[in-house]
């Protein structure tokens, strides 16, 4: 009677490692990797406000390269859209190949971090408050009094 064969262990990589490739193929990105180095591809300035979305392949298998469609916060659009063609050459570098010709920003918020509770101002702050806003007459007096608790509770 033949016992157990032993089995030679394998890494957990090789043995994982294609498990998440067709869902990510399904949204359009070559290789779930994409989003491991994405900091790396697009630099640190922007790797906290910036994720790649999907890859749009071309329908037919011409010369035509793929398209990178970026999801990207509007607070970093703009200088982004400027060094869009090293984050593209970046990308190809790290694919092994010329995959993508164009990336393309959606600028979409991105989830902002849990707002702090205001915290209400002192009484002497609210003195102060009071007495610059003294020669202050009518509606504007009041916005600026909501505007002045509003900065005090931030700070």
């Known amino acids: 009677m033949a016992g157990p064969v032993p089995?030679?262990?394998k890494p957990i990589a090789e043995l994982i490692g294609g498990t998440l490739?067709?869902?990510?193929?399904?949204?359009?990105?070559?290789?779930a990797?994409?989003?491991?180095?994405?900091?790396?591809?697009?630099?640190?300035?922007?790797?906290?406000?910036?994720?790649?979305e999907r890859i749009r392949w071309p329908?037919?298998?011409g010369e035509r390269a793929a398209t990178l469609i970026v999801h990207a916060d509007p607070s970093v659009a703009l200088p982004l859209s400027y060094e869009l063609e090293?984050?593209?050459?970046?990308?190809?570098?790290?694919?092994?190949?010329?995959?993508v010709g164009v990336?393309?920003?959606?600028?979409?918020?991105?989830?902002?971090?849990?707002?702090?509770?205001?915290?209400?101002?002192?009484p002497q702050?609210?003195?102060?408050?009071?007495?610059?806003?003294a020669t202050v007459?009518?509606?504007?007096?009041?916005?600026?009094r909501a505007l002045g608790r509003a900065i005090l509770a931030r700070s």
């Open 7 to 9: 089995t030679k262990a």
């Open 21 to 31: 490739d067709p869902l990510m193929r399904k949204r359009g990105l070559a290789k």
């Open 33 to 52: 990797d994409i989003l491991r180095w994405w900091p790396e591809i697009v630099g640190s300035r922007y790797a906290g406000l910036t994720a790649p």
């Open 59 to 61: 329908r037919n298998d």
């Open 86 to 99: 090293g984050v593209r050459d970046r990308l190809n570098a790290f694919l092994g190949f010329r995959a």
């Open 103 to 122: 990336v393309k920003l959606v600028q979409r918020p991105f989830a902002s971090e849990p707002k702090a509770v205001p915290r209400p101002a002192g």
């Open 125 to 133: 702050t609210n003195e102060r408050l009071e007495t610059k806003l």
């Open 137 to 144: 007459d009518g509606p504007l007096r009041d916005s600026l």
